[in-house]
């Protein structure tokens, strides 16, 4: 089954504690993103990738890291989580079709930070 | 600067009303694409269609319906027959061919509740 999967789903963590979100797809597809879910914000891209070993700043990439080994993986690192970084992420691959793409989300992992 | 508005936070209905969720954009590119997104209440998000600003042709799918008007820089859904299912929160967003990679800029999302 084609997907995007998310690890973990749901994560409580604490003030400064380093983190991982896992994103994986099977579907081959060159792009990846990363956005965050908030309240009255709709989506936020933090950042994106085009290919491996190619990534750049979205819109709100302060606090956090991303990395891109393996064209599957598309892993985001929290470094020094804050209470500001408490949201819904989301995890999205894509394929380019002429000018555009169709991005396929993930579940979503719920983060808390205390 | 681009931009989706969706105005309506919240839609309440009842089960077999006709709802249109309003949706304007912003941008000043003349090649632009629109995408409507679900999340229901189990938190994904669906895809539902994808316009290019080329074709104004309204798009018909079973019980939902887009139309997209260039002159209001709108791209409205209507869901007919509303049903318990449908409640979910729908995203509009927009992207624009730029440096090779096309970001998706959404609304804030509307709510819809609809109650039996």
């Known amino acids: 089954e084609a997907q995007v999967t998310q690890n973990p789903r749901y994560l409580i963590t604490v003030t400064g504690k380093k983190l991982t979100v896992t994103c994986s797809q099977n579907m081959n597809h060159e792009y990846m993103s990363w956005y965050r879910q908030d309240p009255g914000l709709g989506l936020r891209q933090i950042y994106y990738s085009m290919n491996v070993e190619v990534t750049d700043k979205g819109d709100v990439p302060e606090g956090y890291k991303v990395s891109r080994k393996e064209k599957r993986n598309f892993p985001l690192i929290l470094e020094s989580p804050s209470p500001n970084q408490t949201s819904l992420y989301f995890c999205?691959?894509?394929?380019?079709?002429?000018?555009?793409?169709?991005?396929?989300f993930g579940p979503g992992t719920r983060l808390t930070v205390l | 600067a681009q931009k989706v508005t969706q105005a309506q936070t919240e839609i309440s209905v009842v089960e077999k009303e006709d709802v249109t969720l309003d949706c304007v954009y912003e941008t000043r590119d003349t090649t632009y694409y629109l995408f409507w997104y679900k999340q229901p209440p189990s938190g994904e998000l669906v895809f539902l269609i994808r316009r290019n600003s080329f074709d104004e042709q309204n798009e018909i799918s079973g019980r939902y319906s887009w139309n997209f008007q260039k002159s209001t820089s709108s791209f409205n859904f209507t869901i007919t027959a509303s049903q318990v299912v449908d409640s979910a929160v729908y995203f509009c967003?927009?992207?624009?061919?730029?440096?090779?990679?096309?970001?998706?800029?959404f609304g804030a999302g509307t709510r819809l509740a609809v109650h039996p």
């Open positions: 967003a927009l992207s624009e061919p730029s440096g090779g990679y096309n970001k998706l800029i």
């Open positions: 999205a691959s894509s394929l380019r079709e002429g000018l555009t793409d169709t991005q396929y």
